[in-house]
């Protein structure tokens, strides 16, 4: 079993839906990332959570420390935010990172 | 402000070359390190460095050597290319990793192939 697991492995949507990529991970953490991978392969940092809530815009990421558990919602979604979305833990430590495989999301018009 | 370049984005290589993928940040970010990414996988750590003059291996280290002589500056030499190595590779960086609150920076990627 992985130690960071994302679901769903693939996701389409129409325009305008309410979306929710999830993330579980089995080990300790000091902080967990989301990430995006637009098709021509770039990797851009989303959020950084180490507990609660965060919001940038249409993005919003939650983190259940105690459920070891991760969500990353978007709401009103548009042909733009299809991409690639990764989540990643950092070790306890704070030297290694470990990632997931990725959930591609396409969003329709 | 450059944030983390990668060079170069494309290289085919050899069965046997050896090659340095540079990459270099210029935020004065202590952590560098370096991920290979291939269809089905995740994002795999090879090496990485907590600052000048560190370095220690990752998930995947073998085939791989770093260096880490300067602040800027984390190259990621292949000795010998193998087919096996014929991936993606990204090179990122962040400040405070002991701290786990320094978001991440990438670079652009090098496709790498080797026949």
């Known amino acids: 079993k992985n130690e960071v697991e994302q679901s769903p492995q693939n996701l389409t949507a129409q325009e305008g839906e309410f979306i929710t990529i999830n993330c579980s991970y089995s080990?300790?953490?000091?902080?967990l990332h989301w990430l995006q991978q637009h098709p021509g392969g770039g990797i851009v940092s989303l959020f950084m959570?180490?507990?609660g809530k965060k919001k940038h815009g249409r993005l919003i990421a939650t983190i259940n420390i105690q459920e070891k558990h991760s969500s990353l919602h978007i709401t009103a979604s548009h042909p733009r935010d299809s991409a690639v979305y990764i989540c990643?833990?950092?070790?306890?430590?704070?030297?290694?990172?470990?990632f997931g495989e990725g959930t591609q999301l396409t969003v329709n018009p | 402000n450059a944030g983390v370049t990668q060079t170069p984005k494309f290289q085919v290589l050899k069965t046997g070359q050896s090659m340095t993928l540079q990459c270099a940040q210029d935020m004065n970010h202590e952590y560098m390190s370096w991920y290979r990414q291939d269809p089905g996988m995740g994002l795999r750590l090879i090496h990485y460095s907590v600052g000048a003059g560190i370095t220690d291996q990752g998930e995947v280290p073998n085939g791989y050597n770093v260096s880490r002589s300067t602040t800027e500056d984390f190259p990621l030499r292949l000795l010998s290319a193998a087919p096996s190595q014929t991936s993606v590779y990204f090179c990122?960086?962040?400040?405070?990793?002991?701290?786990?609150?320094?978001?991440?920076?990438f670079g652009n990627g090098t496709r790498l192939t080797v026949t």
């Open positions: 990122a960086s962040s400040s405070r990793p002991f701290e786990g609150n320094s978001p991440l920076h």
């Open positions: 959570l180490s507990s």
């Open positions: 990643a833990v950092r070790s306890a430590s704070g030297s290694r990172l470990t």
């Open positions: 080990v300790g953490i000091s902080a």
